[in-house]
């Protein structure tokens, strides 16, 4: 390959099915010898700040960070986010551009001052003025020693390349210069002709004015100092006066359990009480013959109530999972249709972990701990209570122990609770950090691997799992001490009894000696099961309010039904397409600026727009009005004379198609994600299918429209199927309007 003064070679592929293999199969035979940038055609953020997504594990030097800041064109940006370079951005970018977050990306590889940089088709995502910025300032001019391997298909910059490979399905098709191709007979010669001309590019070096971001609100230094990151930090907040009381937890889950049906199972535990101890006293009864009834009797008589209290305990584990099951399943679904109906801001702010988080451990303690641990604490409660009782009544002198062997359990308890909801606090806090790093490796690990920051991303996973077992070593350690301490007090339990039971002996009945022991080694035993069991269910339902706390905390949109849906499907609306923008202002917060601001056009039907306009003019924000995505905060949007804010969500977006700026393709079949809801014939979606030329690829899959997506064993689509596949599905809907971003 040709190695010429600027060093930078273009690759164009018209098949891009292999261009990542391709790629990495070069990035494999260098076997790391030398250092290698990495840009991948869809843009992967880091969640964290953009200082960090820069830097991506290199030491921070000022001078070529400012510099790197400058050549891609992201000064304006910084000035733009509330705290600079310092600002925290959502998971793969959320409160980013599409611009913004290519332009991240190769500020990635530009820092990382590598020999080559490979660049798969990252000016896709900008519009055509930065793009040729950008092209001038990292490719042509900046570091002209290192070389540079760029994919593309915007083919007015392939005359300032120094070599040009092209490829048709993973093979070399023709190579050599620009001039040389063009007098040579072949397909590129082809592909220029058809792109008409080659335009003249306006080659200045101005600065690239960039409108300010949409979703931060006000200006501070680019480059956050010091001082501004501590000015910056969250004040922390002591919320354990907003935690909810043990009594509160568990009068929330038995209103979502239902008063009826906890009523119901609270019966039952009396019940099982109620036969246990029935049979232990026909017992005492049997052993001293006090009733003068037969042996056949007893025996008879108790194998009824050993039936009965099997029985009662099977209804009362029969109703405990039912209401263990009926209880997670509506927190479970009220947590998922409050998911599904969430503000788009919403998930701008959320770390994926934390949702992860909420539908695996929590979720879990719910449907398998909850109910099995308010069961057995309840009925362990009810127990120890009949056995005070009825050692109270058995020997009178026991009733002036009990006080103070409860109050000894009582401060036990106390003191370990206090220790052990802190540390399920800190086992809740310390999982979701795991598990957005776990996401993060999984989803970026192409990137990871061509930076090589293996290391460092498994350093980062192993100190949070450090943290995670260090909460584990210290909630085992204050197990082990609740129960040494609890031995103590159990047997002073039992020498008590035996003490009073030695001073009455002449007093007591002897059948009453044995049964009096009994329950007294039960009492410590059941004490200790009952601290531990009662403690294990508070921290438990700690997980009721986690849940709970948050669905709660999830903005919801507007409603997806209103009263004028049913008229409006009568009337076939819409029924022509006529879009009507009327002053229209949007905001994404209250205090943040207008990103669109009185807006004001007309449409009429069947009329194809395009809607043009730099980085960050507001183009998607466009797209995102018509959604409702957010709302419009004046204004009104008229689709067939009728004011879309007065329109259920449901209604208004199944009317309507989208491509969006990032494609995305559903686990599932081909068909499954060119018609989710089955309303299409097979020869509907081949016509769309051929129309974006994919027929063609979808007959040559094993399945065809029935081929899996997305699986371990199954089809794998390009970035630019992808983009197809979704103007297909917008071309099989009969819809009025088609949005794309």
Known sequence: MYNGSNASYVWYFKNQVKVQQIIFSIYLLAIRKTSFGYVPQQAWILGGTVRENILFGKSYDHNLYTETVKICALNRDLETFPNGDQTIIGDNGATLSGGQKQRINIARAVYSQSEILLMDDPLSALDTRISQYLFDACFMTYSKTKTKLLVTNQMHLLHQTDYIIVIDHGCVIQQGEFNLLMHQDGMFQGMMSSFNHISNIDQSNEQVKIIPNRRFSYLTNPIATNQHKQQSKPKLINDNMLRPTMIQLIQSYLTICGWKNAAIWFILLLLQNASLFISDRWLVAWSGHKLGLSQATYIYTYSVLI????????????????????????????????????????????????????????????????????????????????????????????????????????????????????????????????LSIFSTIMNGSTMIQAFDQQQTFMQKLFLQTDIINRVNFVSQCSVRWLGQYADVLATICIFTVVLVIIIQIDNIDVSLVSLSIVYAASIGQILIVIINSTIELENNMESIDVCIKFSKDILQEAPHETNIDEGLLGQGWPSYGMLQMKDVTLQYKSDSPAVLHHLSFDISPSCRVGIVGRSGAGKSSLVVALFRLVEITSGAIIIDNVNISKVGLGMLRSNMSIIPQDPVLFKGTVRSNMDPFTEYDDDIIWQALAEVNLKIFVESLPGKLFAVIGDSKGVTFSTGQKKSAMYSKSISQTTKDIGTR
């Open 307 to 434: 039936v009965i209290v099997i029985v009662v305990n099977m209804m009362g584990l029969a109703k405990a999972i039912k209401l263990s099951s009926s209880t997670a399943t509506v927190i479970h679904n009220n947590t998922v249709e409050m998911l599904f109906k969430a503000q788009s801001s919403y998930y701008d702010t959320i770390a994926i972990g934390k949702i992860i988080d909420r539908f695996s451990k929590e979720q879990s303690v719910v449907d398998l701990l909850l109910a099995f641990g308010l069961n057995n604490s309840t009925y362990l409660f009810i127990n120890f209570l009949c056995f005070i009782c009825l050692m109270a009544v058995y020997n009178s002198m026991f009733a002036i122990v009990v006080p103070f062997v409860l109050l000894g359990f009582y401060k036990l308890q106390k003191y370990y609770r206090r220790s052990s909801r802190e540390i399920k606090r800190l086992d809740t806090q310390s999982r979701a950090p795991v």
